[in-house]
């Protein structure tokens, strides 16, 4: 899919899908950042840390 959108493959072969939903927390974002700067020389993207990327709160179904 990546390379049919114009990714080169080698970049294509190194993503990782994410599916964040309504119940994804900010520990499980938090969790999610610390692991990509443990697995990336350079860290997380700069467009990752502080680009309000965070879901908005969601209640909590009883």
Do not use: H, N, V
């Not at 969790?31 to 909590?60: L, V």
């Amino acid at each position: 899919m990546l390379t049919a959108m114009g990714l080169a493959a080698d970049r294509a072969l190194g993503a990782l899908r994410l599916s964040l939903g309504r119940w994804t927390t900010q520990e499980d974002q938090e969790d999610i950042e610390t692991a990509a700067a443990a697995r990336t020389p350079t860290g997380p993207p700069p467009w990752w840390t502080g680009s309000g990327c965070s879901p908005s709160p969601q209640p909590r179904r009883s």
